[in-house]
């Protein structure tokens, strides 16, 4: 007697199918981790040429810089002018009006939602008196997990909240 086999055909094109679909969404996730690291990297760049930008208005003004006049733990209130267009018939700026004015225009390109990095917080410190030859460092940091805040540590997961992967901080350390 020979007997006849059915539904062979379709329990095979059904285990492909499976294979076919855990295929595809490892593909997608290699994906979105290509994307989130690409992402992380656009806002370490973003930060390293913000620093950049203070460096050079520094290295600019260095009278200024030597007397530790950019050395900031906050944003500074508005010193109230603009030393391009506050200053005609040929006057300028002195050295500190020059250093409060870029220390404040600074501070807002960071607190700008257009500068590229949310959240952003930073300081300006020096080390040994801001003499001459005395190296400043810059701290940027920004909410790259896009959770609200700045998180300065990994937090592990609990059974009511999720974990929190601590945000990056970039230090620059410079001596104009």
């Not at 285990?15 to 992380?40: C, E, K, P, Y």
């Not at 001459?132 to 609200?148: F, H, K, M, Q, V």
Request: glycine share 8%; proline share 5%.
């Amino acid at each position: 007697m020979k007997t006849q086999q059915s539904g062979i055909t379709l329990l095979e094109v059904l285990i492909t199918l499976v294979v076919i679909a855990i295929g595809m969404l490892g593909m997608a996730s290699l994906q979105l981790g290509g994307l989130r690291s690409n992402h992380d990297a656009y806002y370490r760049s973003q930060a390293t040429s913000i620093a950049a930008d203070l460096t050079d208005r520094m290295r600019s003004n260095l009278t200024a810089a030597h007397d530790g006049t950019y050395a900031a733990q906050q944003a500074p209130e508005d010193p109230g002018f603009d030393c391009r267009d506050s200053f005609p018939n040929g006057t300028t700026c002195s050295p500190t009006e020059l250093a409060a004015a870029d220390l404040y225009t600074w501070y807002q390109m960071l607190a700008d939602p257009a500068s590229g990095l949310p959240g952003a917080a930073a300081t300006v410190s020096c080390a040994a008196g801001c003499g001459a030859g005395a190296p400043y460092t810059i701290s940027l940091t920004w909410d790259e997990n896009r959770n609200g805040q700045i998180d300065a540590a990994n937090v592990a997961a609990t059974e009511s909240t999720e974990a929190v992967e601590a945000d990056p901080v970039l230090n620059v350390v410079f001596a104009p």
